[in-house]
């Protein structure tokens, strides 16, 4: 019912790049070496309890390598209130004063704008002396070497422990054709620890079929994607709440297929904690529904922070059997180009989805298709896209060569979803070397795969394959080159997802349609 873990990774990189690039102030095209950025998520301790783990992400504004990394972390404000380990013994981390953590990496930590660099992870532990909502700020600094790269301030703070837990699963069946794909479900929230819970709030990681009917005023939207509903009610021991939330199916959802609903549930002092860093980066994108307020129960009083000492049993889920008809037809887009000897042309070449439906593998973080770019004669391949890598048969993947110029044929990889009406692009450079009368090559879809994603039920299989002509004498080719724009990653667009998103799926659909997709009217 989860992301896997793979593409929460490649969300959580995403994200993360977008708020810092929100909070950059020179651009990165007057650096020499990509410029580094730190982050640490806010963290609430439960007082009384073994504590946490947490780890840094960092971000670099281009693929890079860092070697003799060392980070420390500077929590003094809190000395004697909390500790910091390395997570296991074997971690190269030391305590040179009190208050201070530094850790070694034994390995190169690997840098990229969209996965990101995990380093060794840190446990947070209260003290005996610890008291609720005691807090203080954790200074973090990236090294190599000598050379400080990066720093990152982020609050900790005790907390009263409390366990939330999610109710059963949901699975229903829904016709596209009936009711306008409408539906309910519920959400239900246990409190199976000994503390009232003195508030909870629930983040939604829906696919894209899902989409909320209702707009309630203490939940958050980003445009027509539900990400998170605050409840202030307090929830006793041993006490259950629900509540039931109506969607609908997008008009674009595939059938028959199914889509998957997921509910994690955390404490406000954890939610908090979650937008802290947006609020730091200045990012602010989810907005509050204009609609009446959903309740679980009667409102609550002042609570001190409070934070889930289990955060394993936090989820439910909702599965939803798609029935009816609605495919896709996904086609090829090549490009007509002309130029002389020696000159870069530029070929923005792709896969168009026609429609109706949105073909949707985030669930599963698989590719929703593979294109296999063949060169054309007389040409070379100088500028390759980040997510192309050079043909080695069937059974391609993608790994270190990506963006790799000089082959002959690439495969290229259109990521986990392509929504109907849209195109993705991958804009190749190609270097005339030798003019040739109607030099051809070609770009193909839904191509074989000894690989897992891909699409096989295409409404069109005809137009899966389409020409790059260069210095055409006649209608030869397709249009998609030349003055067409590259979208690649826009360092605004990517911004404004915001860190809110991090924690519930929602953020996949948003990055995706911002980040490598365009409208084809």
């Not at 007057?30 to 950025?37: M, S, Y």
Request: proline residues 5%; negative net charge; aromatic residues 8%.
């Amino acid at each position: 019912m989860k992301l896997t873990p793979s593409t929460r990774r490649w969300l959580a990189g995403i994200g993360v790049a977008g708020a810092f690039v929100a909070a950059s102030a020179s651009p990165a095209a007057a650096e020499t070496t990509p410029r580094i950025f730190a982050f640490f998520p806010d963290t609430t301790v439960a007082a009384g309890t073994e504590g946490v783990v947490k780890s840094a992400v960092l971000y670099a504004e281009d693929s890079t390598v860092l070697r003799d990394v060392a980070i420390r972390y500077d929590y003094r404000t809190l000395a004697g209130k909390v500790t910091l380990t390395g997570e296991n013994d074997s971690d190269d981390c030391t305590a040179p004063e009190a208050g201070v953590l530094v850790c070694r990496e034994h390995f190169d930590v690997v840098v990229d704008p969209y996965f990101g660099g995990f380093p060794t992870r840190v446990k947070i532990a209260p003290t005996d002396a610890a008291k609720l909502d005691d807090k203080g700020d954790l200074k973090i600094t990236v090294q190599t070497g000598d050379t400080d790269r990066a720093t990152w301030t982020s609050q900790i703070r005790v907390g009263e422990g409390v366990d939330l837990a999610g109710g059963p699963d949901t699975e229903l069946s829904v016709d596209i054709a009936k009711n306008y794909g409408n539906f309910s479900a519920p959400v239900t929230v246990s409190n199976v620890g000994g503390t009232t819970a003195k508030g909870v709030v629930a983040l939604f990681d829906q696919d894209w079929a899902i989409t909320p009917a209702d707009r309630w005023s203490n939940c958050y939207y980003l445009d027509d994607i539900l990400i998170a509903c605050e409840f202030d009610e307090e929830i006793a021991a041993g006490e259950t709440r629900s509540t039931t939330f109506h969607y609908s199916l997008r008009p674009d959802t595939y059938a028959p297929g199914t889509a998957h609903g997921y509910t994690q549930f955390i404490t406000p002092g954890d939610f908090e904690d979650l937008i802290g860093a947006a609020e730091k980066a200045g990012v602010k994108t989810a907005k509050r529904g204009t609609g009446a307020k959903l309740t679980l129960g009667k409102a609550t009083s002042s609570r001190a922070a409070q934070t889930d000492v289990d955060p394993t049993n936090n989820s439910s889920g909702l599965t939803v059997h798609v029935l009816g008809k609605r495919g896709a037809d996904l086609e090829a887009i090549g490009a007509k180009l002309s130029g002389k000897k020696g000159e870069v042309v530029r070929a923005v070449v792709g896969v168009r989805n026609n429609g109706p439906a949105t073909v949707d593998h985030v669930r599963s973080g698989s590719d929703v298709t593979f294109v296999d770019v063949t060169v054309p004669t007389g040409t070379t391949a100088v500028h390759v896209p980040w997510d192309c890598v050079p043909f080695k048969g069937d059974g391609t993947k993608f790994d270190d060569s990506a963006g790799k110029p000089g082959a002959a044929k690439y495969r290229c990889f259109a990521g986990p979803i392509l929504f109907a009406g849209e195109m993705i692009d991958h804009p190749f450079g190609l270097r005339i070397d030798k003019v040739v009368p109607n030099a051809t090559g070609s770009v193909q879809i839904n191509v074989e795969c000894k690989c897992e994603g891909g699409f096989k039920d295409d409404l069109k299989p005809a137009n899966d394959i389409a020409k790059i002509v260069v210095n055409a004498t006649g209608d030869g080719g397709q249009g998609g080159g030349g003055t067409l724009p590259i979208t690649g990653s826009s360092t605004g667009l990517i911004a404004a997802i915001g860190a809110l998103l991090l924690a519930a799926g929602a953020g996949g659909y948003v990055v995706a349609r911002r980040r490598r997709t365009r409208f084809v009217a």
